[in-house]
């Protein structure tokens, strides 16, 4: 019984693919793909209903098929959505349908998922939420990844090497299963810099009580260092770390002795609900954490109204959210914007050329593979902005 639904699966799903390559009109592939199951994918190339609409560049059937459950985030066997395939084709419309469409989807599903925590602080039934969370379909950022390139616990248990690469950029490197995963890679030096100069714009040179920095995870130290290198350094530089290899390093590398400077030894979920930080008052606030997914991301946006001092206090966070794939990066740049205006930030993007050559990586995974990396640098509205 199994085999045969499974076997008409792929009969349905088959013939729909077919017909839309084949430029069958448009009512009889709707009138196919209402029988068709829409998450099929061809074995060997991986393409969906809305890849093959995608090629026939049919903003009308991507509709059709979106509004009908087609998966937006569909993969086929070279890693491409139907969003990449519009994007080869130059096509900005059936480009655009795609993503927006992921737009909404991650939108709802972090709705359903804050309301799926709710409930489980309300019954205090933990099955539940991993259940709707894991459930979901959403892009997965690491979430469902065990090894210490995915699960913060892992992570925390793992050995990491400091070396320097064949380019002789230090690099912070963990074991992730088979693979060697960069922690922290010396190409994001330009990356760093250009945050620090963003984030701290008109704000070196601040009077009494002077530049208060908050800065999660150190890693190799390279915001943190030229967090330090300002004409005026910063008053107050909170560094919160957890992994006993990177406190190590830091010591080594005297960190614990620089004044004004308060490392943090934990997570930032450990210090949240603390006087360390409840406070707020900072001017600048920093986040680049390792191995943790975009739901923790999510909810540190919802802590970093309270961490700012004033109306000119800026943040910023380390942008790899889907960075593997054109689409999912587009995706995410306009979800995690959304969310900070949820909680009343608005973001303004850089384009930074990162320009990795495929040396950059060594024996490393990569975990970034755009040419352009989008800077975000958010603050508060300003006051004639939000008039209009
Ligand atoms: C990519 S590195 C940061 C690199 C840093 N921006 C730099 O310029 O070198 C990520 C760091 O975040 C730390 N980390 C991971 N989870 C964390 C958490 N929940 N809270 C604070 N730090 C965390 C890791 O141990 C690691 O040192």
């Not at 799926?116 to 469902?144: L, N, Y």
Request: proline share 3%; net charge negative.
């Amino acid at each position: 019984m199994a085999s045969d639904a499974a076997e008409l699966a792929v009969e349905l799903g088959t013939a729909l693919i077919d017909a839309i390559f084949a430029s069958k009109p448009l009512a009889r592939v709707k009138e196919l793909a209402k029988d068709a199951p829409l998450w099929f994918q061809a074995p060997e190339s991986g393409w969906s209903a809305l890849h093959a609409a995608a090629f026939r560049e049919d903003a009308e059937l991507i509709k059709f098929l979106l509004i009908h459950g087609a998966v937006w985030n569909a993969v086929d066997a070279l890693g491409n959505t139907a969003a990449d395939i519009a994007l080869s084709l130059n096509n900005a419309e059936c480009y655009a349908l795609v993503r927006d469409a992921g737009v909404r989807t991650e939108i709802l599903l972090r709705v359903l998922a804050d309301k799926a925590e709710a409930d489980v602080d309300m019954t205090g039934d933990d099955d539940k939420a991993s259940e709707i969370v894991g459930d979901s379909g959403a892009i997965r950022i690491k979430a469902q990844d065990s090894t210490a390139a995915g699960s913060t616990g892992t992570f925390l248990d793992s050995k990491l090497v400091f070396k320097t690469d064949e380019r002789g950029q230090e690099i912070c490197v963990v074991q992730a299963g088979e693979d060697e995963v960069g922690v922290m890679m010396g190409w994001e030096t330009d990356i760093m810099k250009r945050t620090v100069d963003a984030l701290c714009l008109d704000h070196a040179e601040l009077e009494d009580p002077g530049l208060r920095v908050l800065n999660i995870g150190h890693g190799l130290g390279i915001v943190d260092t030229y967090f330090q290198s300002l004409s005026t350094k910063p008053t107050q530089h909170v560094i919160v770390e957890p992994h006993p290899d990177v406190l190590a390093h830091m010591k080594a590398k005297g960190w614990y002795d620089k004044p004004g400077v308060t490392i943090l030894e934990g997570k930032w979920q450990d210090f949240v609900d603390t006087k360390l930080l409840e406070d707020g008052g900072f001017d600048v606030v920093y986040t680049d954490t390792f191995s943790e997914d975009y739901a923790q991301l999510y909810k540190f946006f919802q802590q970093v109204p309270n961490l700012l001092r004033s109306s000119t206090s800026r943040f910023g966070f380390f942008h790899g959210l889907g960075a593997t794939n054109a689409t999912f990066y587009d995706v995410y740049t306009r979800v995690s914007e959304l969310h900070l205006e949820d909680v009343g930030l608005a973001v303004e993007w850089t384009d930074v050329d990162v320009n990795l050559d495929p040396e950059t990586w060594g024996e490393t995974r990569k975990y970034f593979s755009l040419p352009i990396y989008r800077m975000p640098v958010a603050s508060w509205p300003a006051y004639d902005a939000m008039e209009t």
